[in-house]
């Protein structure tokens, strides 16, 4: 089968989710022999089309003028822009890439951010179009508050309509595009995001990496994920004094970056939690899986998430999990079995979270041992490349009863 897909991002160029999850489903459906071509928006401007396992991948510039750092957010109507251009030049690539080549049997576009370029597309190539809701802005806002959010979320719900099927990554989505864009149950398939454990870093890396922000008899609570308002680190750090009042040689490490983070190292610093909180900014998959394996547990407070793939990526490298008990999350984690679920938004319950898996060695080995046995039996991309491939089918069967 011939699939284009459309992503925003796209590895080695990672913001948040999305660019992993488009990558270990383009990967696999490759491993059965499905032809992918992946043309994606980048910050680093065109590039020529190259190949990357198996993955015929097209970078397209997202604007010639610079709206923001952060891609996702923060950029008001500049950010809108920004869309817009990088839709242009992923429209105009495709038509490039496409010319004299067979036709492709599925367009699959990932999130509103390539609803423009997705819906020429469909139309001028008469190609069906699959669509992969990875979020909501109404999820993402608690509801729809400025003309801003309220475009995207009209963006959202038109994209949706132009698709054959819409795919999502829990149950909790699926609800929510029903209650939100009225979208008939029958046309959504639910299909969780999968994870690729990769290689263990070496031991002496990951003793390094651990030194670097912490000592030898410290404990470590690990955080990795866009610093964002609804990922919830603002609750961490509500929670770190009551850990550190029993646990005073506690370490909170924070990987990441977003438009959030000058706020939570303002907190920081004002809850004089300097000594304790180490902002480690962006860092690489190595130093990220280094910290996984370094740290005692790993916390994801999330206000709002649909699905959470970090989760996925702490468990199957056999890291304890705290998770908010909200949204995708609180179907990935089984409380006292995988992992340790909070309420969401609670500092309190989410200190009593990491206390409870910090202070009980056998409690954490024993959810450090079933988390990853969960994960790879039931998250392994290669099962969720066959239900998307699933979905693919019975799209080119539909669509080939009915004339455009």
């Not at 925003?8 to 990672?14: A, D, K, L, Q, T």
């Not at 610079?66 to 429209?91: I, K, R």
């Not at 719900?157 to 054959?164: K, Y």
């Not at 004002?270 to 990220?288: K, N, P, T, W």
């Amino acid at each position: 089968m011939r699939v284009l897909m459309l992503s925003y991002e796209y590895p080695p160029e990672v913001v948040g989710g999305l660019g992993a999850a488009v990558a270990g489903l383009a990967r696999s459906l490759v491993k059965q022999k499905d032809e992918i071509h992946v043309v994606c928006a980048s910050s680093g401007g065109d590039a020529a089309s190259s190949v990357q396992d198996g993955v015929k991948v097209s970078r397209v510039a997202r604007s010639t003028i610079q709206a923001t750092a952060d891609p996702y957010g923060g950029g008001g109507g500049s950010f809108l822009h920004t869309v817009m251009e990088a839709n242009f030049g992923l429209t105009s690539r495709t038509v490039l890439e496409v010319r004299g080549r067979p036709r492709y049997d599925v367009l699959h576009a990932h999130d509103w951010l390539v609803a423009f370029a997705a819906k020429s597309l469909k139309h001028a190539l008469h190609v069906p179009l699959v669509v992969t809701v990875h979020s909501t802005e109404y999820g993402r806002n608690r509801g729809i508050h400025s003309d801003l959010q309220k475009y995207i979320h009209e963006v959202e719900w038109m994209i949706t309509f132009e698709a054959w099927r819409v795919i999502c990554c829990s149950h909790y989505m699926a609800d929510e595009l029903k209650r939100i864009f009225s979208l008939p149950a029958d046309k959504i398939d639910v299909i969780p995001n999968g994870v690729d454990p990769g290689a263990s870093p070496d031991p002496q890396f990951i003793r390094d990496t651990r030194l670097r922000y912490a000592r030898p008899e410290d404990r470590v609570v690990f955080y990795v994920g866009r610093l964002v308002y609804e990922k919830g680190v603002h609750v961490l750090l509500d929670a770190a004094p009551q850990v550190l009042a029993e646990m005073p040689n506690t370490r909170f490490v924070i990987a990441g970056d977003g438009y959030y983070a000058s706020v939570l190292r303002g907190k920081a610093e004002s809850m004089g939690l300097g000594g304790a909180v180490r902002f480690a900014g962006r860092i690489s998959d190595q130093e990220r899986d280094a910290l996984y394996a370094a740290a005692d547990v790993a916390v994801f407070p999330s206000l709002y998430e649909p699905f959470g793939i970090v989760a996925l990526e702490a468990m199957v490298r056999g890291t304890p999990v705290v998770a908010s008990d909200t949204g995708g999350l609180a179907e990935v984690v089984r409380h006292d079995e995988t992992g340790v679920k909070v309420y969401s938004g609670s500092a309190d319950s989410l200190a009593w979270g990491i206390k409870r898996v910090l202070s009980d060695p056998g409690f954490r080995s024993f959810i450090s041992q079933r988390g990853r046995e969960e994960v790879l039996s039931r998250y392994a991309w290669d099962s969720v490349a066959s239900s998307t491939r699933s979905v693919y089918q019975r799209v080119v069967d539909e669509s080939s009863h009915v004339s455009w």
